[in-house]
């Protein structure tokens, strides 16, 4: 069994090469170079973390193909509860597989999980014991000296982008009840009085307005993505953000919104689309 610094300076490494491979596929996703992570630094610790658990719990696994399967469930449970643990605090879901194969509620998908499998395999069976061949070739106190410095800067970079991110969640409910509040007013601009039998339906459609309504009928289904909401609050919401959190939102650009009030926006929008149909079905 390795020590804890051989533990630490292997968690640094796989945390790194997360970041990179991590960047790398987000970068050539989006076209533009992107850099990846929740903290400052070229570093995910999910990486880190899965690899260690990979490491310390799955190492006398004999089979390759037992292996595989336990490295896959480990690593897809280590990712759904950090999906799950962050957005509670944050309220916003920092990746969505909603759009993939066989995903559950978005947070992991069937992809991922292979992914995940082969990556244990690859960590137990070959990288780690190169790394350790590697690490005992070093110094003892040079090797602890390098994991000490690496603890603290991660503590700091934790700690910097805890209080940079601090009012994000506030920020974001905020936003919400605006938005909750525009809807509210678009959906009795709509629906109230004799408006839905007298206007037409067609027309309605291929105004401007209209153009806006199909808009928050398709983002009814899913979570509502920031780049997708309206204009102006859209514009007043990223003024207030600090650069902890600008970088963050640009670090995840599938991020997505999870908040309480989205629940009534989307009610809101099911309504007032009945309305106008029936509306319509009747002037036909």
Same mark, same amino acid.
């Given at each position: 069994?390795a020590?804890?610094?051989?533990?630490i &300076?292997?968690?640094?490494?796989?945390?790194c090469?997360g %970041?990179l491979?991590?960047?790398?596929?987000?970068s050539?996703?989006?076209?533009? $170079?992107?850099? !990846?992570?929740?903290?400052?630094?070229?570093?995910?610790p999910?990486y880190?973390?899965?690899?260690? @658990?990979?490491?310390?719990?799955?190492?006398?696994? #004999?089979?390759?193909?037992?292996?595989?399967? %336990?490295?896959?469930?480990v690593?897809s449970?280590?990712?759904?509860?950090?999906?799950?643990?962050?957005?509670?605090?944050?309220?916003? !879901? %920092? %990746?969505?597989?909603?759009d993939?194969?066989?995903?559950?509620?978005?947070r992991?998908?069937?992809?991922?999980?292979?992914?995940?499998?082969?990556?244990?395999?690859?960590?137990? *069976?070959?990288?780690?014991?190169?790394?350790?061949?590697?690490?005992?070739?070093?110094?003892?106190?040079?090797?602890? @000296?390098?994991?000490g410095? $690496?603890?603290?800067?991660?503590?700091?970079?934790?700690?910097?982008?805890?209080i940079?991110?601090?009012?994000?969640?506030?920020?974001?409910?905020?936003y919400?009840?605006?938005?909750?509040?525009?809807?509210?007013?678009?959906?009795a601009?709509?629906?109230e009085?004799?408006?839905?039998? @007298?206007?037409?339906v067609? !027309?309605?459609?291929?105004?401007p307005?209209?153009?806006?309504y199909?808009?928050l009928?398709?983002?009814? #289904?899913?979570?509502v993505?920031?780049?997708?909401?309206?204009?102006d609050?859209?514009?007043?919401?990223?003024a &207030?953000?600090?650069?902890q959190?600008?970088?963050?939102m640009?670090?995840? #650009? /599938?991020?997505?919104?999870? @908040?309480?009030?989205?629940?009534?926006? /989307? &009610?809101?929008? !099911?309504?007032? /689309?009945?309305?106008l149909? *029936?509306?319509?079905?009747?002037?036909?």
């Amino acid at each position: 069994m390795a020590n804890l610094p051989i533990l630490i &300076a292997s968690f640094a490494i796989y945390s790194c090469a997360g %970041w990179l491979f991590e960047s790398i596929l987000c970068s050539v996703s989006e076209k533009r $170079f992107i850099n !990846r992570g929740f903290l400052n630094g070229p570093i995910c610790p999910i990486y880190g973390a899965g690899a260690l @658990a990979a490491v310390l719990f799955l190492r006398g696994e #004999p089979d390759g193909m037992s292996l595989f399967c %336990w490295g896959a469930v480990v690593c897809s449970l280590l990712e759904y509860l950090t999906s799950w643990v962050m957005e509670k605090i944050y309220h916003t !879901r %920092w %990746w969505d597989y909603s759009d993939r194969f066989l995903n559950l509620n978005g947070r992991i998908c069937v992809p991922a999980t292979l992914l995940f499998g082969l990556f244990v395999v690859l960590v137990v *069976r070959v990288i780690q014991p190169a790394l350790e061949a590697l690490f005992s070739m070093t110094d003892p106190q040079l090797l602890s @000296a390098i994991c000490g410095i $690496f603890i603290a800067v991660l503590a700091i970079d934790l700690l910097v982008t805890h209080i940079g991110l601090s009012g994000f969640r506030n920020k974001i409910d905020a936003y919400c009840d605006q938005l909750t509040v525009q809807a509210q007013d678009l959906y009795a601009a709509l629906t109230e009085g004799d408006n839905v039998v @007298a206007y037409n339906v067609q !027309r309605l459609k291929r105004g401007p307005l209209g153009h806006a309504y199909v808009r928050l009928r398709e983002l009814m #289904p899913g979570p509502v993505a920031i780049e997708d909401i309206g204009r102006d609050l859209a514009e007043s919401f990223s003024a &207030a953000l600090t650069a902890q959190e600008r970088r963050v939102m640009d670090a995840f #650009p /599938r991020m997505r919104i999870h @908040a309480p009030g989205l629940a009534e926006i /989307r &009610a809101l929008g !099911r309504s007032a /689309r009945d309305k106008l149909l *029936r509306g319509g079905d009747a002037q036909d």
